[in-house]
T-cell receptor
């Protein structure tokens, strides 16, 4: 099992540009989570999906952020337009969704908006 | 609201024990987790404890849960340089502490 796969590993973009982060969860996992990690705020849950359906997006900071999960094997997190304060490491994680089952995290995408 | 709190830093000498603490507010939590994040890497599950347990031991790791005080701790015995990382506690995976950076002094 290749684990949770995120792409790209690093992204540098100019302010105002659209950024799309991608995640492939572990096959068979039915829950997917997007997190953002910054020095100032630590790890924050942005949104999570269960069976491809968004369950809680209350952590999404602004309307500039959107996430989709068109099928069980793929999810995207989009920022449009991007701003320098969006610079962070974005993690995707997946889980079997059963209580007590730990999450498996991807290696993260380091986003820098200049 | 629900919250999890951790100290941001902990510095220990190599060979000593490290104790990382976490307080939480949601008394309905069934499971509490500890994750480790090494520099430049994602998070990996270290261990978890059921809410009906007081203690769980796994090799060098000991997790203590005080439900009355809503306090969770992770003890690492014989701390090694490879234990340098940020440690996160979480409730059911949805609420996260800010992480405690463990610094090992030679």
């Amino acid at each position: 099992d290749a684990g949770v796969i995120q792409s790209p590993r690093h992204e540098v973009t100019e302010m105002g540009q659209e950024v799309t982060l991608r995640c492939k969860p572990i096959s068979g996992h039915n829950s997917l989570f997007w997190y953002r990690q910054t020095m100032m705020r630590g790890l924050e849950l942005l949104i999570y999906f269960n069976n491809n359906v968004p369950i809680d997006d209350s952590g999404m900071p602004e309307d500039r952020f959107s996430a989709k999960m068109p099928n069980a094997s793929f999810s995207t997190l989009k920022i449009q337009p991007s701003e320098p304060r969006d610079s962070a490491v974005y993690f995707c994680a997946s889980s079997l969704g059963r209580v007590g089952h730990g999450y498996t995290f991807g290696s993260g995408t380091r986003l820098t908006v200049v | 609201g629900e919250d999890v709190e951790q100290s941001l830093f902990l510095s220990v000498r190599e060979g000593d024990s490290s104790v990382i603490n976490c307080t939480y507010t949601d008394s309905s939590s069934t499971y509490l987790y500890w994750y480790k994040q090494e520099p430049g890497a994602g998070l990996q599950l270290l261990t978890y404890i059921f809410s009906n347990m007081d203690m769980k031991q796994d090799q060098r790791l000991t997790v203590l849960l005080n439900k009355k005080d809503k306090h969770l701790s992770l003890r690492i015995a014989d701390t090694q340089t490879g234990d340098s990382a940020i440690y996160f506690c979480a409730e059911a995976g949805l609420i996260w502490g800010a992480g405690t950076k463990l610094i090992i002094k030679p």
